[in-house]
């Protein structure tokens, strides 16, 4: 028998039925499937990897343009304040450091164990805080509003960590966001003050 | 959805519907009810492939169902070079290959534990058990068939395929080679290697090669 002629065994694969049908109805869950918009110009393969690209890469694309947006924004204030702001806004920092200078000085680093500031800090908050009132009288209804909204917010926060921190006192992560709390809410104080009182300053000039 | 007298018209007697070339440029166009009437179609031929290829009835419906919407899905890139069955079998061969490869990258061994309803016969591994399908044809030849199935299951997973491929479904040697992504050499050796296992069990000389 040559190669080509079919043998025994050619000839008893060949008769072997192709198709097999299936017990069930495979469809359902096909049609489920492709009702799902997958673009058509892809194979499975590059589709799944497609699909989750284009998931990452319109997230990485929303976050690039967000950071982008905050770079433009922060560059084109830097470049309006340095232009015509420069001599109001180095007033306002020497003024806003003169301000903090003292409740800097009596603001630990950190807690050491302990979740309450001491009586010297309670002082100078107290200080900071006078001023801060008088500050806002001379500010604008919604600037004003805005400023406490702010500070009220900060002072929420203060007041939720402590309670926290009365808890887990030995959390440092606790204590680092309180700290960080505390110093915001003097930073914005002094900083309003210091405007202020650089406004006045300028104003006098 | 397809009708039955839109598939039966599609068949009219051949393995291939007469209007495959419409039903294909209208799946591709996202006319899913198109794409049903080629699934009607061509989903036993598929599935036969993949349960010979698996031996397993529950791995080999997976595959064809991520055959066809894996088909559904790349349609675009189906350009009618080849025929729309030659396509959908590459891409079922693709899937079955893939399966196997996840399986041994879980170490999952073939012969786990299953329910004896999900296995196909083999010669290997339950053996014993009946064909989960009936074979059309005369009666008389349904233990011959059944033995060849045996036979054919028992083989080792390279000759099987190569041999399903080749010797069942009709592919030469280069498309085997290529859908199984093996060099036709290697292609040429499981098949003679399958050949010989299959000679051997089904009891048939040698020399009717």
Known sequence: MTEHEPDQLDARLARLDRNIEPVRDLWPAIAAAIAEPVPHTRDAGSTRWFSSSRFHSGRSWAIAASLLLMIASSAVTYVVTQRSMQAEVIRARQAVAQQLQPVLAVMPANFGGQMQMDAEYSRAHAVLDAQFAVALQSLPVPERARLERSVGDLRRAARELSAMLAEHPSDPLLQELLLSTYQNELGLLARVNGLQSATSLGADL | ?209
């Open chain 2, 1 to 209: 959805m397809c009708s039955s007298a839109v598939l039966e018209q599609s068949l009219s007697g051949s393995d291939v519907p007469a209007n495959e070339g419409m039903l294909v440029a209208a799946a591709r166009s996202g006319d899913a009810a198109a794409f049903e009437c080629l699934y009607r179609a061509y989903c036993s031929r598929v599935l036969g492939l993949c349960l010979r290829m698996t031996r397993r009835r529950d791995i080999a419906e997976d595959c064809v169902q991520q055959t066809f919407i894996r088909a559904w899905r790349s349609l675009a890139a189906f350009e009618g070079r080849s025929a729309f069955s030659t396509w959908l079998h590459r891409i079922a061969v693709n899937e079955v290959l893939m399966h196997q490869r996840n399986r041994e990258n879980r170490s999952e061994l073939d012969h786990s534990p299953n329910p004896r309803s999900e296995r196909f016969s083999s010669g290997e591994a339950g053996a014993d058990e009946p064909l989960q399908y009936q074979p059309a044809g005369k009666e008389r030849d349904a233990g011959e068939v059944m033995d060849l199935e045996r036979a054919l299951a028992s083989l080792p997973e390279g000759s099987r395929h190569v041999v399903i491929l080749q010797a069942v479904y009709g592919y030469s040697h280069e498309e085997v080679a290529d859908m199984l992504g093996i060099a036709v050499g290697t292609c040429k050796a499981q098949l003679h290697r399958g050949r010989k296992l299959l000679r051997k069990r089904l009891g048939l000389s040698e020399l009717d090669t």
